[in-house]
T-cell receptor, first 112, second 111 residues
Framework: DSGVTQTPKHLITATGQRVTLRCSPRSGDLSVYWYQQSLDQGLQFLIQ???????AKGNILERFSAQQFPDLHSELNLSSLELGDSALYFCASSALTAYGYTFGSGTRLTVV | KNEVEQSPQNLTAQEGEFITINCSYSVGISALHWLQQHPGGGIVSLFM???GKKKHGRLIATINIQEKHSSLHITASHPRDSAVYICAVRGYGGATNKLIFGTGTLLAVQP
């Protein structure tokens, strides 16, 4: 157990639907990062939150949104899902970037 | 051209062999990470480097900041080392805390 908890582990849903992925960071870590890993694009940064505030944005689609709550857990919301959104979604957390990152085990999303 | 390039993309080795995976990057970085991902599994952080060399068990990671190059070495390789090894770099502070990933090296160690 890395200390970063992601739920659910697997998710199968239909095109057009909306899903929410959840991430609980390692205890004490204030930063949460979301990454998408697809077969054709590899690992890509989506968005970062630090202590409840959005800190950086990457290649995140407008259909996707995220937030970090006061208890520091984060949710990634994916809406109007398309087949191409099928991927592994990873969450990582860090206390300070000088101390590195801890990754969760990922959520495998399959859109059918 | 990708900002982070890894070579080789695929590597097959016999158990016991010495393995080297290379990573070159084209951006200024504050740190470089080596990550390991087993098939269908999560990502484990192996090393974070900003200079020099680090060793953990049979794994050694080196970085040359001037040449913008890093290597991951595995000594006395074992089938359980079979995984995808990913190089990732982090820019400087502020909005660039994100990691930029290489495409990964798929390592298969045969018994």
């Amino acid at each position: 157990d890395s200390g970063v908890t992601q739920t659910p582990k697997h998710l199968i849903t239909a095109t057009g639907q909306r899903v929410t992925l959840r991430c609980s960071p390692r205890s004490g870590d204030l930063s949460v990062y979301w990454y998408q890993q697809s077969l054709d694009q590899g690992l890509q940064f989506l968005i970062q939150y630090y202590n409840g505030e959005e800190r950086a944005k990457g290649n995140i689609l407008e259909r996707f949104s995220a937030q970090q709550f006061p208890d520091l857990h984060s949710e990634l919301n994916l809406s109007s899902l398309e087949l191409g959104d099928s991927a592994l979604y990873f969450c990582a957390s860090s206390a300070l970037t000088a101390y590195g990152y801890t990754f969760g085990s990922g959520t495998r999303l399959t859109v059918v | 051209k990708n900002e982070v390039e890894q070579s080789p993309q695929n590597l097959t080795a016999q158990e016991g062999e010495f393995i080297t995976i290379n990573c070159s990057y084209s951006v200024g970085i504050s740190a470089l990470h080596w990550l390991q991902q087993h098939p269908g599994g999560g990502i484990v952080s192996l090393f974070m480097l900003s200079s020099g060399k680090k060793k953990h068990g049979r794994l050694i990671a080196t970085i040359n900041i001037q040449e913008k190059h890093s290597s991951l070495h595995i000594t006395a390789s074992h089938p359980r080392d079979s995984a995808v090894y990913i190089c990732a770099v982090r820019g400087y502070g502020g909005a660039t805390n994100k990691l930029i990933f290489g495409t990964g090296t798929l390592l298969a160690v045969q018994p």
